[in-house]
T-cell receptor, first 113, second 117 residues
């Protein structure tokens, strides 16, 4: 099956700091998605990427679709306490089913006020 | 907008009991799926469906059954619960993608927290 390596597993940062996390795949994806899960809730989509090299922003969040199509990055600038949660990357393979997403294991972000 | 609705939110079972986790969506999504979330394991796909009457296995299907009699509903059945099935279960749905016109966005429910003693 598909393998997605997401790093880091967890981060402890001070409010105001920038955050970077990434995912790498053992194979090519044609879609990369980034989700955030607040405690006790289901994941919510933050950013969707559909083209190699694409750079997309959503407020303080910026994500990039790697040019090799095997990786993606998420950056959060000027973190605030409500950024706390688990961030998941997810990818869709370029072949086979158009529906199934493979998820990374998540990055747990803690922001100290 | 209701989106994806899961019931129950919490459930405690004894080993060997059976139960059904309900999932309903009101967005007319063709694709529905069930994931389980365990610490350090991320989200793992259990079963999925690309339309009414069509289901298929995901990464961890053992011990679970599904059916899709309508577009709106996708229940997950545990026939004989085991402690290893203690987890948080998420139902998710999306539009069916086609070629390069992929929206990709999965909409998740709030989760069902299951404990098997």
């Amino acid at each position: 099956g598909q393998q997605l390596n997401q790093s880091p597993q967890s981060m402890f940062i001070q409010e105001g700091e920038d955050v970077s996390m990434n995912c790498t795949s053992s194979s090519i994806f044609n879609t990369w998605l980034w989700y955030k899960q607040d405690p006790g809730e289901g994941p919510v989509l933050l950013i969707a990427l559909y083209k190699a090299g694409e750079l997309t922003s959503n407020g303080r969040l910026t994500a990039q679709f790697g040019i090799t199509r095997k990786d993606s990055f998420l950056n959060i600038s000027a973190s605030i306490p409500s950024d706390v949660g688990i961030y998941f990357c997810a990818g869709r393979h370029s072949g086979g089913s158009n529906y199934k997403l493979t998820f990374g294991k998540g990055t747990l972000l803690t922001v100290n006020p | 907008n209701a989106g994806v609705t899961q019931t129950p939110k919490f459930q405690v079972l004894k080993t060997g009991q059976s139960m059904t986790l309900q999932c309903a969506q009101d967005m007319n999504h063709e694709y529905m799926s069930w994931y389980r979330q365990d610490p350090g394991m991320g989200l793992r796909l259990i079963h999925y469906s690309v339309g009414a009457g069509i289901t298929d296995q995901g990464e961890v299907p053992n011990g679970y059954n599904v059916s899709r009699s309508t577009t709106e509903d996708f229940p997950l059945r545990l026939l004989s619960a085991a402690p290893s099935q203690t987890s948080v279960y998420f139902c998710a749905s999306s539009y069916r993608t086609s070629g390069s016109r992929s929206t990709g966005e999965l909409f998740f429910g709030e989760g069902s927290r299951l404990t098997v003693l």
